[in-house]
């Protein structure tokens, strides 16, 4: 009887390590509170919206700088192509 009790502290003892490590209790928190989890995705939300905002304007920004440097190459094909979809978009904005 005394190696079973013996035993089962050292499992609740490694236990009680293992749910500490993890943060375990934060999450339960989390999990209980629903206004702690809408706020939390509600400004996790915000965030994504701002970087995603600015992860676009950065990546057409580097792509307008190389269709710019593609179009002063003055390669035929490529450069006229460029040029009618510039043609094209002046048009659009009038």
């Known amino acids: ?3 079973i009790k013996k035993r089962l502290n050292n499992n609740i003892e490694k236990l009680i390590v293992k749910l ?3 943060n375990l209790e934060e999450i339960f928190y989390v ?3 629903k206004k702690e989890i809408a706020k939390r995705n509600f400004i996790a939300g915000i965030f994504r919206g701002i970087g995603i905002g600015i ?3 950065i990546v057409t ?3 307008v700088y190389f269709l710019q440097k593609l179009v002063k ?3 035929p ?3 006229q192509y ?3 979809l510039v043609d094209i978009i002046q048009t659009i904005k009038k």
């Open 20 to 22: 500490e490590n993890k």
């Open 61 to 63: 920004a580097i792509i």
């Open 31 to 33: 999990l209980g509170n």
């Open 1 to 3: 009887m005394f190696r």
């Open 77 to 79: 094909i490529i450069g």
């Open 82 to 84: 460029i040029n009618d």
């Open 55 to 57: 992860g676009v304007t």
């Open 73 to 75: 190459l003055n390669l």
